[in-house]
C-alpha cells in the first residue's frame, strides 16, 4: 500500500476510534455525563491515542531503518565479486541499482548485476511495504480494543490526553533543538577545517576573493584567494537598497491600514499585500532579470550612466518589493495593538488625526516596528535566487550599485554545485560563510526579539 494511502487509513482509524471511544464513554456511564471523571471528547481522544501512536511509532521506525535495511539485504544478495568491492565503487553500485529500480533510467541498465539487484530492491521494496501496511493496521486495531476496554467513569482521560500531548510537543521540541544543534556542530567543524588552511584575518579581513584553486601544483592559480570582505560588501549594499525600498514602503501601508483605511478596504489591501510574501523567489529573480534589470540599463543609458546587465540595483529594488509584506504585516500588527487609550487622549487634547499617528502611536509602537524591520533585515542577508540571476556572481569590492556584485548566499551555492571534494579550501569556504551569515542572521534575530520582548513588557 502506498505511503499516503496507509497515512490516510490509519487517521481514518483514529478519527473512528475517537467517535468509538466517546460513545463507549457515554455508554459506560448510563447516559449520565456528570458520572465521568473527564468529558466525552477526552475518552474519545484517549482512545484515539491509543490507536494513532502505536501506528505512526512503527511508521515512523520503518521510515528511518528501510533504506539501511534494503540495501544490507541487496548487498547480500549481490554476487562475490560485487559484494567485496571498494566502499566506492560499491556506493556507485548501489546508486545504479536504486536508481534502476525507481525510474528505469541508468547507464548502463543491461548489465545483469545491475538489473538482478534492481528486482531484489524491489522485491524487498514491496515486502516491506506489505509487512508495514499489515503491522501498522494490526497495531492500530489492538490499540483501538485496548483503548475501548480502559474507558471507565474513574478513568481520568483528560490527565492522561494532556500528559501524552505534552510528552509529544517536549519531543517535538528537542528533535528541533537537536537539528539546530546539529546544523550548527556541523558548520563549526567544517570551518575549523577551512581556518586550519586560510586564515581567519585573511577571510575576514581580506579584500580580494578567488576561491579558484588548481588540482596540481604546476597550474596557473594553484592558491586561491579567500579574502570575504567584497562578499560582504555586496551583502550589505544589495540589503540597503532592498531596506530602502521596504521600509517606506512597509511601514507608510501599514499605517494606512491601521490607521485610515475602512475595514472593508483594509480587508481586501492586507491580503493581497501580502499576496507578495507567497510568491517563490525564483519568480522575483526572472522579473528582476528580464524586466528591471534591462529597464535599469536603457534608462540609464539615456542619462549617460554606465549600468551593468547585472547589478545591484536592480536585484535590490526587487528584492525590497519582496521583503514588502514583512515589514507592513508586523508594523500593522505593532500599530494595531497600541492602546486605543492613548489615541483618545491625543486627540482628547486637542491633535489632530496626523499629530496623534506622528506624536502618539507611531513612538510608542517603534520597538516592534524596529524588531519586525530586522526581521526583514534577515531575511535580505539570506536571499539567493533574486541575487544570483539579477545581481551576478563577480565579487566586486564596490559601493556603487549599478555595478555588478554578489553575496554570501550566492557564493555558498556556487561553491557547492557540482562535483566536489570536501577537503579543498574551496569547497570549505562555503562552510565559513555559512557559519559568519549564520552569526549574523542570529545576532540580528535576538536583537529583534530583545526588542519586541521590551515592547510587550511595556505595552501589553
Same mark, same amino acid.
Given at each position: 500500500?502506498?505511503?499516503?494511502?496507509?497515512?490516510?487509513?490509519?487517521?481514518?482509524?483514529?478519527?473512528?476510534?475517537?467517535?468509538?471511544?466517546?460513545?463507549?464513554?457515554?455508554?459506560?456511564?448510563?447516559?449520565?455525563?456528570?458520572? !465521568?471523571?473527564?468529558?466525552?471528547?477526552?475518552?474519545?481522544?484517549?482512545?484515539?491515542?491509543?490507536?494513532?501512536?502505536?501506528?505512526?511509532?512503527?511508521?515512523?521506525?520503518?521510515?528511518?531503518?528501510?533504506?539501511?535495511?534494503?540495501?544490507?539485504?541487496?548487498?547480500?544478495?549481490?554476487?562475490?565479486?560485487?559484494?567485496?568491492?571498494?566502499?566506492?565503487?560499491?556506493?556507485?553500485?548501489?546508486?545504479?541499482?536504486?536508481?534502476?529500480?525507481?525510474?528505469?533510467?541508468?547507464?548502463?541498465?543491461?548489465?545483469?548485476?545491475?538489473?538482478?539487484?534492481?528486482?531484489?530492491?524491489?522485491?524487498?521494496?514491496?515486502?516491506?511495504?506489505?509487512?508495514?501496511?499489515?503491522?501498522?493496521?494490526?497495531?492500530?486495531?489492538?490499540?483501538?480494543?485496548?483503548?475501548?476496554?480502559?474507558?471507565?467513569?474513574?478513568?481520568?482521560?483528560?490527565?492522561?490526553?494532556?500528559?501524552?500531548?505534552?510528552?509529544?510537543?517536549?519531543?517535538?521540541?528537542?528533535?528541533?533543538?537537536?537539528?539546530?544543534?546539529?546544523?550548527?556542530?556541523?558548520?563549526?567543524?567544517?570551518?575549523?577545517?577551512?581556518?586550519?588552511?586560510?586564515?581567519?584575518?585573511?577571510?575576514?579581513?581580506?579584500?580580494?576573493?578567488?576561491?579558484?584553486?588548481?588540482?596540481?601544483?604546476?597550474?596557473?592559480?594553484?592558491?586561491?584567494?579567500?579574502?570575504?570582505?567584497?562578499?560582504?560588501?555586496?551583502?550589505?549594499?544589495?540589503?540597503?537598497?532592498?531596506?530602502?525600498?521596504?521600509?517606506?514602503?512597509?511601514?507608510?501601508?501599514?499605517?494606512?491600514?491601521?490607521?485610515?483605511?475602512?475595514?472593508?478596504?483594509?480587508?481586501?489591501?492586507?491580503?493581497?499585500?501580502?499576496?507578495?510574501?507567497?510568491?517563490?523567489?525564483?519568480?522575483?529573480?526572472?522579473?528582476?532579470?528580464?524586466?528591471?534589470?534591462?529597464?535599469?540599463?536603457?534608462?540609464?543609458?539615456?542619462?549617460?550612466?554606465?549600468?551593468?546587465?547585472?547589478?545591484?540595483?536592480?536585484?535590490?529594488?526587487?528584492?525590497?518589493?519582496?521583503?514588502?509584506?514583512?515589514?507592513?504585516?508586523?508594523?500593522?500588527?505593532?500599530?494595531?495593538?497600541?492602546?486605543?487609550?492613548?489615541?483618545?487622549?491625543?486627540?482628547? !487634547?486637542?491633535?489632530?488625526?496626523?499629530?496623534?499617528?506622528?506624536?502618539?502611536?507611531?513612538?510608542?509602537?517603534?520597538?516592534?516596528?524596529?524588531?519586525?524591520?530586522?526581521?526583514?533585515?534577515?531575511?535580505?542577508?539570506?536571499?539567493?535566487?533574486?541575487?544570483?540571476?539579477?545581481?551576478?556572481?563577480?565579487?566586486?569590492?564596490?559601493?556603487?550599485?549599478?555595478?555588478?556584485?554578489?553575496?554570501?548566499?550566492?557564493?555558498?551555492?556556487?561553491?557547492?554545485?557540482?562535483?566536489?571534494?570536501?577537503?579543498?579550501?574551496?569547497?570549505?569556504?562555503?562552510?565559513?560563510?555559512? !557559519?559568519?551569515?549564520?552569526?549574523?542572521?542570529?545576532?540580528?534575530?535576538?536583537?529583534?526579539?530583545?526588542?519586541?520582548?521590551?515592547?510587550?513588557?511595556?505595552?501589553?
Amino acid at each position: 500500500m502506498p505511503l499516503s494511502i496507509l497515512i490516510a487509513v490509519l487517521l481514518t482509524a483514529s478519527a473512528f476510534a475517537f467517535y468509538l471511544g466517546r460513545g463507549r464513554a457515554v455508554a459506560v456511564a448510563g447516559g449520565h455525563v456528570r458520572n !465521568l471523571h473527564s468529558l466525552p471528547s477526552h475518552y474519545g481522544a484517549y482512545v484515539a491515542l491509543w490507536c494513532a501512536l502505536p501506528a505512526f511509532g512503527i511508521l515512523a521506525f520503518w521510515l528511518v531503518v528501510e533504506p539501511a535495511a534494503i540495501e544490507s539485504f541487496v548487498v547480500a544478495g549481490l554476487p562475490p565479486e560485487a559484494a567485496n568491492l571498494p566502499p566506492d565503487r560499491l556506493a556507485l553500485l548501489l546508486n545504479d541499482i536504486r536508481n534502476l529500480a525507481d525510474r528505469g533510467l541508468v547507464a548502463g541498465s543491461g548489465d545483469q548485476t545491475v538489473m538482478a539487484g534492481a528486482e531484489h530492491y524491489l522485491s524487498l521494496q514491496r515486502l516491506g511495504s506489505t509487512a508495514l501496511t499489515v503491522i501498522a493496521i494490526v497495531l492500530a486495531m489492538a490499540g483501538v480494543a485496548v483503548g475501548w476496554r480502559f474507558v471507565s467513569p474513574e478513568l481520568r482521560a483528560r490527565n492522561s490526553v494532556e500528559r501524552t500531548i505534552t510528552a509529544i510537543l517536549v519531543a517535538s521540541s528537542t528533535i528541533a533543538i537537536f537539528t539546530t544543534i546539529g546544523i550548527v556542530l556541523s558548520l563549526l567543524f567544517e570551518a575549523a577545517r577551512f581556518f586550519n588552511t586560510v586564515p581567519v584575518t585573511e577571510f575576514l579581513f581580506g579584500l580580494e576573493w578567488s576561491p579558484q584553486t588548481a588540482i596540481r601544483e604546476d597550474q596557473v592559480g594553484a592558491s586561491g584567494k579567500f579574502g570575504a570582505v567584497p562578499i560582504f560588501a555586496g551583502t550589505m549594499l544589495i540589503s540597503a537598497i532592498a531596506m530602502t525600498v521596504a521600509v517606506p514602503i512597509g511601514l507608510l501601508s501599514a499605517i494606512y491600514m491601521a490607521e485610515y483605511a475602512a475595514p472593508r478596504v483594509r480587508s481586501v489591501i492586507k491580503p493581497l499585500l501580502e499576496i507578495l510574501a507567497g510568491i517563490p523567489t525564483v519568480v522575483y529573480g526572472f522579473f528582476a532579470a528580464l524586466t528591471v534589470a534591462p529597464f535599469l540599463r536603457d534608462n540609464g543609458s539615456l542619462l549617460g550612466l554606465d549600468v551593468a546587465s547585472e547589478s545591484a540595483l536592480a536585484a535590490g529594488l526587487v528584492m525590497g518589493i519582496m521583503i514588502v509584506p514583512f515589514v507592513s504585516s508586523i508594523s500593522d500588527d505593532v500599530i494595531t495593538a497600541v492602546p486605543k487609550s492613548l489615541r483618545e487622549g491625543s486627540l482628547g !487634547l486637542g491633535a489632530t488625526k496626523s499629530e496623534t499617528i506622528k506624536k502618539v502611536v507611531l513612538p510608542a509602537a517603534l520597538p516592534g516596528i524596529v524588531g519586525g524591520i530586522l526581521l526583514a533585515v534577515s531575511r535580505a542577508i539570506g536571499e539567493t535566487m533574486i541575487v544570483v540571476m539579477a545581481a551576478g556572481l563577480a565579487a566586486n569590492l564596490t559601493a556603487n550599485p549599478l555595478q555588478a556584485v554578489t553575496t554570501v548566499t550566492v557564493q555558498i551555492v556556487t561553491l557547492l554545485v557540482g562535483d566536489q571534494e570536501f577537503d579543498s579550501p574551496k569547497t570549505l569556504a562555503a562552510f565559513a560563510l555559512g !557559519l559568519t551569515l549564520f552569526c549574523v542572521t542570529l545576532v540580528l534575530n535576538v536583537y529583534a526579539l530583545f526588542i519586541v520582548r521590551k515592547y510587550r513588557e511595556k505595552y501589553d
